[in-house]
């Protein structure tokens, strides 16, 4: 059983800082590539931030290019969300999710399998 524990969420000021991490368990985590989305109520589920399963490769949204920070640690089953300059629009439930085998879009939330139960991440004007 594949299982995906976000962390590290919380209320932060504008222009603070946060580190979410997501700890995985059920399959050898380095095969896969890792992604995090985000939803704001109303809104739909989007990509943040990507990176392949050794790490050589990220892949960010164009509104998070520049501030945020993704990362892993194989050896610690563990993708890492560094975010930074926050702003009140990234105030949203944060995911981490695994990338099924085999498919090549990092972007498309219909190409991950698994998902944590997310972390809530408020960001104050």
């Known amino acids: 059983q594949v299982q995906l524990v976000e962390s590290g969420g919380g209320l932060v000021q504008a222009g603070g800082s946060l580190r979410l991490s997501c700890a995985a368990s059920g399959r050898t985590f380095s095969n896969y590539a890792m992604g995090w989305f985000r939803q704001a109520p109303g809104k739909e589920r989007e990509f943040v931030a990507a990176?392949?399963?050794?790490?050589?490769?990220?892949y960010y949204a164009d509104s998070v290019k520049g501030r945020f920070t993704i990362s892993r640690d194989n050896a610690k089953n563990t993708v890492y969300l560094q975010m930074n300059s926050l702003k009140p629009e990234d105030t949203a439930v944060y995911y981490c999710?695994?990338?099924?085998?085999?498919?090549?879009?990092?972007?498309?939330?219909?190409?991950?399998?698994?998902w944590g139960q997310g972390t809530q991440v408020t960001v104050s004007s």
């Open positions: 999710a695994s990338r099924k085998p085999n498919y090549y879009n990092y972007y498309d939330p219909r190409n991950y399998d698994y």
């Open positions: 990176i392949s399963w050794s790490g050589s490769n990220t």
